[in-house]
């Protein structure tokens, strides 16, 4: 039997333990890789409404998914996803703790925590994942602890009996919340390997160490703690080494043009220049912003017209960024049809509150105001986009409110007003009929210039001066 | 492998029963709220002096004696309470109303259609607004004798471009609010990047039995229901332009008539119409289901042909051909003279016997009038011709100056018909000003048009019915819904909505079967 001290002393030296490994994994996802967590949470759109919440969770594994979903939602905020995923971690690793007593082999327990962080790492591998094997572990502590009291409570051979029922009842139960769920990635054809290696650590590996003999031994405590230092720097070198860095940046030009932080941008690329299509773009975007962009475009990396307006692909991420761009030039129909095909195209079917938001604005701007209204009314369920759409929906059909507002009425100015088909390639004319529709458009005439420069089109460049020439 | 297929085997079975167990925790839990709130009439109203502003519309509509309830409300943003009363011709009274909305149950609204057959249901509105109670002009439902087709079915579908994501074809009972899936576009897409698009599906004779519909990308073919027997084949063939894409079933024989078309899409950078879907090269074919043979109906390379559609007694087929651009358009781009490219309306009789085609006919002439004529159908007792018109071009779901046009076949003696020469019925009460209205259909009685229409929002297209007898129309009412705010938050149009007599009686899990093969 342990001795009261000596239990007290490690339960406390465990709890500092899973402490420092929480911090861990909190400062990882907050300070490392919050842009990760950004991204998660732009393609999915957690609502506040029965239908939605039913749709999820009568689907097995939905309870898990939706769970995951519900917590995706703070994402937006990336620490306080970091804190989720750090509680979510550290619950997983003390369950694991509890499942068996683990002596000198203590920091196995960090292991299917660990694995579940790996897995983390991935942009495409969703939280319920990590809400399942919680779940599993949860349900099986709970019918120990059930088969334990009955032990106390009943004779022999009624345990086995209840025993039984317990399982009948636990296991269908299990089934539906966790077991039977297919949408741990955001790929449905991907398997997650690693979710399900620390799915089974986390519920087996304390069973089949039981069935081996772990003996105290007199340096226990200093052998328990080595094997938490081991296993951490172990597998915290794992996570560090395939951590995705270079995604990371690539996802940090996204979401500081999507909230607009253009002088964020322009500080980031004097540190480092971006050598990436989403971050040249981003950057030439921020430039133009600016007014800089004729003057200063070539002082940073460029890549053609692709590192401009690159051509739209059928992917619910690269899209993203050149529609920013088409949104601030007053391309509006091209920015509505590149979000909505960008939203199309996530994988798993789910929904974007940024590309809600953006369908609701261009809508906006055109005077579609009852087809804004319903991206509007979708935007209401939710917790974090619902004050901007209550404030946008006072705006639908005010014309006056839209004419006066910075950003909807000097858009309003500056889109289309003659009528030709585009296509997903940008042509120096699109960005002509742009300019010469209103030539107060600084950005069409950064956009066009910088056009003619960047493929080194001289007799165009000489014809565009002409044109210009002659319209003043 | 076999483990994976087992499993996934399981996982499908597994799937089913928890549905089952939570159909049945639903049918219980609506069971025990189909007690329906009966509010008392407010006790003190202002008088409105106008009609309700309820969404659907269903002020003075005509309706089929077995649809489902026409459940509707008041905007949310105007009013806080909604109170109805509805008195039957036998002076009969229920009130209802919960919030803004108004929901009737399935049997009292059944037993009100029963002893409103054939006369009408007043319905009288007060709704609450700034704690004040209004009271609205009555209105009246009329109720005909004649049933609409017990079911419908529609593809449901974001409004997109070029890509998607979910998609799915369902069913949905009209005297019910039941709405089950026929087809998704997830259960048998093998390459998830790929995507799978699901379209086209159409029935023989408003019959189930033999019907079929399209699957693109990914596990490619066209799925063909033959007596009940399914099976998945691929339509194109060497001297095709494409495999079948818009069909139609030949009503009593196992032949289904396609065009074939490469289709293209432009956008507008302002034109409201957003969308412009135009067909580079389009023809006819003949495909025979019990043969699965393929033979050419018309394949001019200079013209496009499109929307085969049979009359009801098989002898006629029908369809719209686009008219030679001026000599000086002719080499251009078609995106730039795509604008005036118009189709008229032809037919050309059919031989059963020897599956031959007779000369072509022009029925109706509408490049004369600057317009374009696309979708026929003829009613089910050959009299009334149904089209869609607008100004340019054979995609009218994306035009705003899209209408139906009705014409008596009567007026037709052989020399084409044109707006000058052709008296069309009033259909007024049934297209929408300045919105989309396309893609017409009769019910199986001719009693009752079906479209779509984007009049709600001129984006998501919607599903409207309206009364016809003897060339006079009633007026449109939308698709009812149990949750009448349903239509506003639904955020998938309804797409190519068709009438059936009965049930897809095969279920997803079998359709994909063939798929496996």
Not at chain 1, 404 to 431: C, I, N, W
Not at chain 2, 207 to 225: E, P, Y
Not at chain 2, 229 to 248: A, E, F, L, Q
Not at chain 2, 297 to 304: A, E, K, R
Request: charged share 20%; net charge negative; proline share 4%.
């Amino acid at each position: 039997m342990e001795h009261k001290d000596t239990k007290i002393r490690r339960l406390y030296i465990e709890g500092i333990c899973t402490l420092l490994f929480g911090v861990a994994v909190l400062l990882f996802f907050g300070w490392a890789y919050p842009q990760h967590l950004h991204y998660q949470e732009q393609y999915q759109l957690f609502l506040f409404d029965s239908t939605y919440v039913w749709e999820i969770v009568k689907q097995p594994g939905g309870v898990a998914d939706l769970l995951g979903r519900f917590c995706t939602q703070f994402f937006l905020y990336a620490w306080v996803g970091a804190l989720i995923i750090a509680l979510l971690l550290s619950s997983v690793q003390l369950l694991t703790l509890r499942l068996f007593n683990w002596g000198k082999l203590y920091g196995l327990s960090f292991v299917p925590s660990f694995l579940l962080w790996l897995f983390l790492l991935d942009e495409n591998a969703l939280l319920g994942g990590v809400w399942a094997v919680l779940l599993t572990q949860l349900c099986v502590t709970g019918m120990i602890l059930m088969i334990q009291f009955l032990k106390r409570k009943m004779v022999s051979r009624s345990i086995y009996f209840m025993i039984i029922i317990t399982m009948i009842v636990t296991i269908p139960i299990l089934y539906w919340m966790v077991l039977g769920g297919s949408h741990y990635h955001r790929y449905p054809t991907v398997f997650p390997t690693l979710l399900y290696v620390a799915w089974l650590l986390a519920i087996v590996l304390p069973f089949v160490m039981r069935l081996f003999t772990n003996k105290a031994t007199k340096f226990e405590r200093l052998l328990s703690f080595t094997s938490f230092v081991l296993v951490a720097l172990v597998m915290g070198s794992l996570v560090w080494k395939n951590a995705n860095f270079k995604a990371e940046k690539v996802m940090q030009y996204d979401f500081m043009a999507r909230y607009q932080q253009w002088n964020r941008i322009l500080e980031t690329i004097n540190t480092e220049k971006p050598n990436n299509q989403i971050g040249v773009t981003v950057q030439n975007l921020a430039l133009a912003m600016h007014g800089m962009l004729l003057d200063h475009m070539f002082d940073y990396n460029q890549n053609g017209i692709a590192g401009l307006l690159p051509d739209v692909k059928e992917d619910a991420t690269s899209p993203l960024p050149t529609a920013e761009a088409f949104y601030y030039l007053g391309m509006i129909n091209v920015a509505q049809r590149t979000v909505f095909e960008a939203q199309e195209a996530i994988l798993d079917f789910q929904k974007s509150g940024r590309c809600y938001k953006r369908l609701a604005q261009t809508n906006l701007i055109n005077g579609n105001y009852e087809v804004a209204r319903k991206y509007l009314m979708t935007l209401q369920k939710t917790l974090f986009y619902r004050e901007w759409a209550n404030e946008t929906l006072s705006l639908l059909g005010n014309e006056e409110a839209i004419a006066k507002h910075p950003e909807y009425g000097h858009l309003r100015q500056m889109a289309y007003k003659d009528d030709f088909y585009f296509s997903d390639h940008v042509t120096p004319d699109m960005l002509k009929s742009l300019y010469f529709n209103n030539t107060d458009n600084r950005m069409a005439y950064q956009y066009l210039i910088a056009y003619f420069m960047l493929t080194g089109d001289r007799e165009g460049y000489s014809k565009l001066l002409e044109e210009i020439g002659s319209k003043n | 492998m076999v483990i994976l297929v087992t499993k996934l085997h399981h996982k499908k079975i597994m799937k089913r029963y928890i549905n089952y167990y939570f159909q049945f925790l639903t049918a219980v839990l609506l069971l025990l709220s189909s007690c329906a709130n009966h509010p008392d009439v407010p006790s003190s109203s202002k008088e409105a002096k106008c009609l309700p502003a309820i969404f659907p519309d269903y002020c003075n509509v005509t309706v089929p004696c077995n649809i489902a309830p026409l459940n509707f409300m008041l905007p949310a943003d105007h009013y806080e309470e909604c109170v109805a009363r509805l008195t039957t011709p036998d002076g009969q009274q229920q009130t209802y109303g919960h919030g803004v909305k108004v929901q009737i149950p399935e049997s009292e609204w059944q037993a009100m259609l029963g002893s409103s057959k054939g006369k009408s249901i007043k319905v009288e509105v007060w709704g609450q607004k700034d704690g004040e109670w209004l009271s609205f002009n009555p209105f009246e439902i009329h109720v005909a004798e004649q049933p609409i087709d017990e079911y419908l079915s529609y593809r449901l579908i974001e409004p997109s471009y070029v890509a998607w994501s979910y998609m799915e074809i369902a069913q949905r009972n009209l005297t019910t609010f039941e709405e089950t899936q026929i087809f998704n576009n997830e259960v048998t897409c093998s390459d998830i990047k790929k995507g799978q698009c699901i379209n086209c599906h159409s029935y023989q004779n408003y019959k189930t039995d033999n019907m079929l519909f399209h699957v693109r990308l990914s596990n490619a073919g066209t799925v063909i229901v033959n007596d009940g027997k399914i099976s998945r084949v691929n339509m194109k063939r060497d001297y095709t332009i494409s495999g079948g894409v818009y069909p139609s079933w030949h009503p009593t024989a196992k032949l289904v008539a396609f065009s074939t078309n490469k289709t293209r899409q432009a956008f507008h950078t302002s034109n409201p119409n957003k969308i412009e879907v135009y067909d580079l090269a389009s023809d006819m074919i003949l495909y025979d289901v019990e043969t699965d043979s393929v033979s050419i109906v018309s394949n001019d390379s200079t013209l496009l042909e499109v929307y085969p559609t049979w009359s009801p007694d098989g002898k006629y087929l029908y369809y719209c051909k686009s008219v030679p651009l001026p000599e000086e358009m002719k080499d251009q781009d078609i995106r730039t003279t795509y604008a005036k490219i118009q189709y008229n309306l032809y037919r050309r009789s059919f031989d059963l016997a020897s599956h031959g085609f007779g000369e072509e006919e022009l029925v109706y002439d509408a490049a004369s009038a600057d317009k374009s004529v696309t979708l026929p159908r003829i009613s089910p007792d050959g009299r009334y011709l149904l089209f869609a018109l607008g100004q340019y071009g054979c995609f009218h779901s994306r035009h705003h100056d899209a209408d139906i046009v009705c014409i008596p076949m009567e007026q037709y003696a052989g020399t084409a018909l044109s707006a000058e020469t052709a008296s069309p019925v009033d259909l007024t009460l049934l297209n929408s000003k300045d919105y989309s209205d396309s893609y017409p259909s009769w019910s199986s009685n001719g009693h009752w048009i079906m479209i779509a229409s984007r009049r709600d929002d001129d984006n998501y297209s919607r599903v409207y019915f309206a009364y016809f007898d003897n060339g006079k129309i009633g007026k449109a009412f939308l698709l009812p819904q149990e949750d009448p705010e349903q239509h506003i938050t639904l955020l998938k149009s309804y797409n190519r909505p068709e009438f059936m007599v009965e049930p897809v009686k095969i279920s997803v899990e079998e359709f994909s079967k063939v798929f496996d093969k």
